[in-house]
């Protein structure tokens, strides 16, 4: 099973780039790596899903080293919104099996 | 849009008591996970079941159960609640690798 790791907050300012990293070095072979974004009172919302290099859509982007033992998920100009608690997962879920193994969540504060 | 729905948002149950927590989904599914969520712990996936009367344990499954009787409904049941499961309980479903998730149930046992 996957194990992640994730840096438990940070602060940034409004307008800014935020960068987010999760570590989970025995990631398997079949593993991919998902974002999750979280407010308060609500459940996780889906942001982005990569398995290797770079992946972009109109929120974010995601970028997985060659070796995928780690993985940074990138947010542009955030605003005040974007304060929220992200979770990396990692695991399968294409073929509906439980190895999933989720960070635990990296508390974003945006500041204006 | 796919919809998840919680039997209840908020829940106080007494120790020793049983209790069902439900989860509904409206698009069809195949996959339904419950987790529970902790401060500083993150998720932590309890059960999960890719199929009607099929389940799988995850990390955490001591003490719960599942039931899965028609494809939209996946049920969490504590058997005997204790005061250490107390927490936030997630259910979700999945399509490819999106997970949807309800809104949660914060369940307090006393």
């Known amino acids: 099973l996957a194990k992640t790791t994730q840096p438990i907050s940070m602060d940034s300012y409004e307008g800014q780039e935020v960068n987010i990293t999760c570590s989970h070095n025995?990631?398997?072979?079949?593993?991919?790596i998902t974002w999750y974004q979280q407010f308060p009172s609500q459940g996780p919302r889906f942001i982005i899903q990569g398995y290797k290099t770079k992946v972009t859509n109109e929120v974010a982007s995601l970028f997985i080293p060659a070796d995928r033992k780690s993985s940074t998920l990138s947010l542009p100009r955030v605003s005040l919104s974007d304060t929220a608690v992200y979770y990396c997962l990692v695991g399968d879920l294409h073929y509906g099996n439980n190895r999933l193994a989720f960070g635990k969540g990296n508390q974003v504060v945006v500041i204006p | 849009d796919v919809k998840v729905t919680q039997s209840s948002r908020y829940l106080v149950k007494r120790t020793g008591e049983k209790v069902f927590l439900e989860c509904v989904q409206d698009m069809d599914h195949e996959n339904m996970f419950w987790y529970r969520q902790d401060p500083g712990l993150g998720l932590r996936l309890i059960y999960f079941s890719y199929d009607v009367k099929m389940k799988e344990k995850g990390d955490i499954p001591e003490g719960y159960s599942v039931s899965r009787e028609k494809k939209e409904r996946f049920s969490l049941i504590l058997e005997s609640a204790s005061t250490n499961q107390t927490s936030m309980y997630l259910c979700?479903?999945?399509?490819?690798?999106?997970?949807?998730f309800g809104p949660g149930t914060r369940l307090t046992v006393t």
């Open positions: 025995n990631i398997a072979t079949n593993d991919y």
């Open positions: 979700a479903t999945s399509l490819g690798g999106e997970q949807y």
